[in-house]
């Protein structure tokens, strides 16, 4: 009894370490903070938030998608990080982002919207930086032209521009 107490006991602590090892902290912004996460998330560089840099955004795996807008004229070119990239990043927790914009106008995205091929966090549109302005400096853009269940008025309300911060909500 005591050996498989023990065993069981050593097993236990080794199948806890692979899940340690994902925690970890990201590097530090060194430019303006465009974004900040926090909430439900494992992986922060301040305090227990994430903030992110446009350098620090433009570093990790992104994307290009060529789509329509309702809000834009003709076909547009949006380059940034994959929601989905971006809650690995931050060991995100949670089912459900409460995405904020400059102007605290708030949206509700779920992990559904997390996926491959789905929505980004857009730094670019037409190769260059977009301003306040313009609604940047970040733009939650859905690949509109690829998927009909993507031009809804929920995925539309969820397109949030000037963004700048989001809580994973467990």
């Known amino acids: ?43 922060t560089n301040d ?28 076909t547009q070119s949006f380059t940034g990080v994959p929601l989905g990239v971006l809650m690995e990043a931050v060991g995100a927790e949670g089912a459900m982002l409460n995405a904020t914009a400059i102007n605290d106008y708030s949206v509700e995205i779920p992990a559904d919207d997390w996926v491959e091929g789905g929505a980004i966090v857009a730094y670019q549109n037409n190769g260059k930086a977009m301003s306040v302005r313009d609604k940047g400096p970040l733009w939650v853009i859905y690949p509109y032209d690829d998927d009909p269940d993507y031009q809804t008025e929920v995925i539309y309300s969820r397109s949030i521009w000037q963004l700048d911060r989001i809580v994973v909500a467990e």
């Open 47 to 74: 305090g227990d938030t994430a903030t992110f840099d446009l350098a620090m955004l433009e570093a990790m795996d992104t994307v290009t998608v060529e789509t329509t807008t309702i809000w834009t004229e003709g």
């Open 1 to 43: 009894f005591m050996l498989s107490f023990l065993t069981r006991a050593i097993l236990s602590v080794t199948l806890l370490l692979p899940v340690a090892a994902f925690a970890q902290d990201l590097s530090a912004p060194e430019g303006e903070v465009i974004l900040t996460v926090s909430g439900a998330i494992a992986n």
